[in-house]
T-cell receptor
Framework: SQQGEEDPQALSIQEGENATMNCSYK?????LQWYRQNSGRGLVHLIL?????REKHSGRLRVTLDTSKKSSSLLITASRAADTASYFC????????????FGQGTRLTINP | DGGITQSPKYLFRKEGQNVTLSCEQN?????MYWYRQDPGQGLRLIYY???????QKGDIAEGYSVSREKKESFPLTVTSAQKNPTAFYLC????????????FGSGTQLSVL
């Protein structure tokens, strides 16, 4: 089973609408990060939220973290065609070997 | 411009052949990583290095080897022992291991002839 699982696996919305993606994880974390990947390209870091933080904003991005539910959400407001990409959450585990575990991603399509 | 450079962008491997993927960074980062991505999947860690001349296996190290002779360089060799090498390979770096964000290269697509 995955440490980080995104939901939904795919999301298609109209330009201008808001997009919400969720990430659930199983074990305690130091931080949780969100990344974007355009098709055939490398990942680009969007935002990092630490385990003692509940919400962070960056431009049109809003990330929340609920450690009691072991879940995070990424909200993109006023979506644009250029937001079309895959979005991944990555969790840094506290226990065991120090590593960053990526989920399988949410594929977001913004329709003009 | 600072960043991570991966080469080549596309690579083809014949049966029984070893191939090496290049990764160079000029960000002065201590930590470097290699990830494998299969279609529609997340990233799986192959190897990582925190300092020069030191590296550790990740979750799927079998069939791969690395070296870290210089801070700037972290090449990955896909050996003939890796029976299913077709994938998108991503190199990344960070200032320190995982405490901060990762910077990624643009990837190498490896295919088997």
């Amino acid at each position: 089973s995955q440490q980080g699982e995104e939901d939904p696996q795919a999301l298609s919305i109209q330009e201008g609408e808001n997009a919400t993606m969720n990430c659930s994880y199983k074990t305690s974390i130091n931080n949780l990060q969100w990344y974007r990947q355009n098709s055939g390209r490398g990942l680009v870091h969007l935002i990092l939220i630490r385990s003692n933080e509940r919400e962070k904003h960056s431009g049109r991005l809003r990330v929340t973290l609920d450690t009691s539910k072991k879940s995070s959400s990424l909200l993109i407001t006023a979506s644009r065609a250029a937001d079309t990409a895959s979005y991944f959450c990555a969790t840094e585990l506290i226990q065991g070997a120090q590593k960053l575990v990526f989920g399988q991603g949410t594929r977001l399509t913004i329709n003009p | 411009d600072g960043g991570i450079t991966q080469s080549p962008k596309y690579l083809f491997r014949k049966e029984g052949q070893n191939v090496t993927l290049s990764c160079e960074q000029n960000l002065n980062h201590d930590a470097m990583y290699w990830y494998r991505q299969d279609p529609g999947q997340g990233l799986r860690l192959i190897y990582y290095s925190q300092i020069v001349n030191d590296f550790q296996k990740g979750d799927i190290a079998e069939g791969y080897s690395v070296s870290r002779e210089k801070k700037e360089s972290f090449p990955l060799t896909v050996t003939s022992a890796q029976k299913n090498p077709t994938a998108f390979y991503l190199c990344a770096s960070s200032i320190r291991q995982y405490r901060e964000k990762l910077f990624f290269g643009s990837g190498t697509q490896l295919s088997v002839l």
